[in-house]
Structure formats: C-alpha cells, structure tokens
C-alpha cells in the first residue's frame, strides 16, 4: 500500500503503526519530515505486506511518480481527523488525482483518518457529516480510522486489522464481491467508531 497526503496528516506514523515497527521517521505537524519515497516490507498475519510512505505530494518527484505509478497499488489518503476540506486540501487530492488517474482512488483508495485520540469526542458522536462526503464518496465510501498513539494495544491490533480487511477488499476486484465490500465496510467503521468514542 502507498501512504499518500499532506504533510503533518500522519502518513509516516500509519505506516509505523501498520508495521509495527519505526521504520519510518516521524516528525511534527509543522514541518515536513518524509522527504523521500521509502518502501519498507514486514511479515503481518504470515503475509508479505508491503508499505510505502511518501512525502507531501507537492514533494513527490516525476521519478517517484513514475515509480508509484507502476505498482498500482492500494492507495491510502492519510487525513488528520477533523481536518477542513480547505482550497488547499483539495489541490493536494486533485495532484493525487492526477498523477494516480481520475477513477484511481475509486477503485483502490482508502482514506485513513489519523489523530482520532485528539478529536473532540462529541463532534464524533454527533457530527456524522465531519468527513467531507465528496470526498467519502471519491473513495466509494471507504474509510478507516487509525489511531497512531493508541495505548490499547488490542485496539491497536484491531484497528490494523480493520485497515487490512479493507485493503483485502480493495485487492478482491471480482465485481460479485461488491456487495461483501459494502457490508465490510460498514462494519470496520462502526467497529472503528466504538474505539474512537471509548478512547
Ligand atoms: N495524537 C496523535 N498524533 C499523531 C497521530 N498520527 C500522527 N501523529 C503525530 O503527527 C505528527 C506528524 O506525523 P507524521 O507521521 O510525521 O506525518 P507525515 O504525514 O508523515 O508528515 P510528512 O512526513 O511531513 O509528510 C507527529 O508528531 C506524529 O506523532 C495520531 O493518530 N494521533
Ligand atoms: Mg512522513
């Protein structure tokens, strides 16, 4: 899977966490960390998963997209929970956009929100429209949430696993899975839902 999105929003951190491991250096919101591609590949569950952080896609060379490109990969759009769809949220998406193929976070996107723990917990509770629906719907409605300084290693786990499932579904194109998908995914968001609002 690529990590794609601003910088700040938590890519480098997701990956760690999805890993299991630091291998990706993490830095602070205000400034940019990752400024280059680094793929890094674990045995998870006894399957090769393969991770690939990436700088802010205004950082992101002809060379890396070249590269990215070809390996048609699950994409994750890594977003900080709470966050504005802004001008500038939404050229960092259209660059995305561009370089990937207009129908590419449709069929293989995932959007993966980040920084959950800081997120008000009433907004969660009663705002259901906190994440831009166009953008949900760019992404056929997947979402997860991923919360990188989770103390609860079994929410940890599971919330990885969550990410894991969607990304199977990503990967099983057959379009009879269609309705299975729609089906997971309600079920790793109202899972995912429990553990933000009981953290
Ligand atoms: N509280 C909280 N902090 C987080 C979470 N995810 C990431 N962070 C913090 O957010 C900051 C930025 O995270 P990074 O993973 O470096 O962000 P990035 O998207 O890789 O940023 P660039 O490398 O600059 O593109 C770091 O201080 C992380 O520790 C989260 O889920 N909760
Ligand atoms: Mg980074």
């Known amino acids: ?113 980040t920084h959950c723990d800081l997120f008000p917990l009433a907004r969660i509770q009663k705002d259901t429209t906190f994440l831009d629906p166009k953008l949900l719907e760019e992404f056929d409605n997947r979402v997860v949430f991923l919360t990188n300084k989770e103390e609860n290693h079994l929410v940890q786990v599971t919330q990885i696993d969550d990410v894991m499932i969607l990304v199977d579904d990503v990967l099983a194109k057959e379009s009879h899975l269609h309705n299975k998908k729609q089906k997971t995914f309600l079920c790793c968001w109202s899972r995912n839902r429990s553990y933000a609002l009981s953290s």
């Open 1 to 113: 899977m690529i990590l794609l999105g601003k910088s700040g929003h938590g890519k480098s951190a997701s990956g760690n966490s999805i890993l299991g491991n630091n291998l990706f250096e993490c830095g602070s919101s205000e400034n940019p960390t990752t400024m280059t591609v680094q793929q890094e590949v674990v045995e998870l569950n006894h399957r090769r998963v393969t991770v690939i952080d990436t700088p802010d896609p205004s950082r992101l060379s002809s060379k890396d997209v070249h590269e990215l490109i070809k390996l048609n990969s699950v994409m994750m759009l890594v977003i900080r929970c709470g966050t504005r769809m802004t001008k500038d949220e939404w050229a960092a998406v259209r660059r995305l956009r561009t370089i990937f193929g207009h129908d590419a976070f449709r069929e293989r996107g995932i959007i993966l929100l």
